[in-house]
């Protein structure tokens, strides 16, 4: 499906309010996942990400929340908590249940939406109904769930994920809310900075330029403020341990800068999460690491360009057009 769904054992569910003009994603694990982070940007916003870190004591994650709402968004990983914990899924300690949600948000207040909640900001509602959606095989990009709301410096930005199969059978994938500082195209050109590592036409199969647009190197930012971030998961499912999945973290990074001019600023909140389901099992060693940490910074790459190509604007004065609006073939 070319999906991060094509990894065995887990589900995916997107909610979203077209009025408020953001949404919530989250990925959920038939079992407990062994999973790490790594935040590259330099103004994140994280629930339960420390827990994360290998020296720490929770071995494994039932789910992970890609959300909108800047900080107010952090409500969503509680929503799916709430899910989870009526299913009986999550840690246990003794009659207790706590289930295991870390999870990060995009900065999308800006957006044209109606952000004016009463009390309550609707975060932890939306989290609730994306998990309640939550289900094995195909799912939209675009303009959907965490990406509902997201824009980059140039064109509406979105949703996307990839898939691909290693050398050693492995399955390797990405999801990611594209919210970036920076964009995804080359200058003004329809041409993506992820092109030489698409897939079967999968964000347009324009390939890339014969020149070098005169204007793809001239520095074009959304904003100074940390209104951005690029929120992403990569799973594999391969037997890792937590060590294993933070550097396959770190190495899925470079995925995003392949994709984005500029990315991990001062004003974006750069982060990717890695979980493995260890539904294939086998000893991974550095040089199948390498493999898999490849692999996911490929899929990362081209999920990004798909979530803009997918994408489409939003109805509001002013709003960023969507690839497709400017470029149509």
């Not at 420390?50 to 004591?57: G, H, I, K, N």
Request: proline share 6%.
């Amino acid at each position: 499906m070319n999906l991060i769904s094509d990894v065995e054992g887990l589900s995916v569910g997107h909610a979203q309010d077209a009025k408020l003009a953001s949404g919530v994603t989250c990925v959920l694990f038939d079992r407990p996942a062994v999973a790490s982070i790594a935040i590259h940007g330099g103004a994140p916003g994280v629930r339960d990400a420390a827990l994360l870190e290998a020296d720490m004591s929770v071995e494994a994650i039932n789910g992970l929340v890609l959300s909108g709402g800047s900080a107010f968004g952090l409500d969503a990983m509680g929503g799916v908590q709430g899910f989870l914990r009526e299913q009986g899924r999550g840690f246990h300690i003794r009659e207790a249940i706590i289930p295991i949600v870390p999870g990060a948000i995009i900065f999308d207040l800006l957006n044209g939406g109606d952000k004016n909640w009463a009390r309550r900001p609707p975060y932890w509602g939306l989290g609730y109904e994306a998990a309640q959606a939550a289900r094995p095989g195909a799912f939209e990009l675009g303009t959907i769930g965490a990406g509902y709301g997201a824009t980059t410096s140039n064109l509406k930005g979105g949703l996307g994920s990839a898939s691909a199969t290693t050398a050693s059978g492995h399955t390797v994938a990405a999801i990611v809310a594209v919210n970036a500082v920076g964009s995804a195209t080359m200058g003004d050109s329809p041409y993506f900075w992820a092109a030489p590592y698409e897939q079967n036409g999968e964000f347009g199969g324009l390939g890339l330029p014969s020149v070098v647009p005169a204007d793809a190197l001239t520095p074009k930012i959304k904003s100074a403020d940390p209104e951005n971030t690029t929120i992403a998961i990569v799973a594999t499912n391969a037997a890792l341990t937590k060590g294993q999945a933070k550097r396959l973290a770190v190495m899925a990074h470079d995925g995003m800068a392949r994709a984005l001019r500029p990315s991990h600023a001062p004003m974006d909140g750069d982060i990717v999460f890695a979980a493995a389901t260890g539904r294939r099992a086998g000893d991974i060693g550095p040089g199948l690491l390498a493999e898999l940490g490849l692999a996911a910074a490929d899929c990362l790459a081209r999920a990004i360009a798909r979530g803009v190509y997918e994408a489409t604007a939003l109805p509001f004065p002013d709003a960023l057009p969507s690839w497709r609006d400017r470029f149509c073939f």
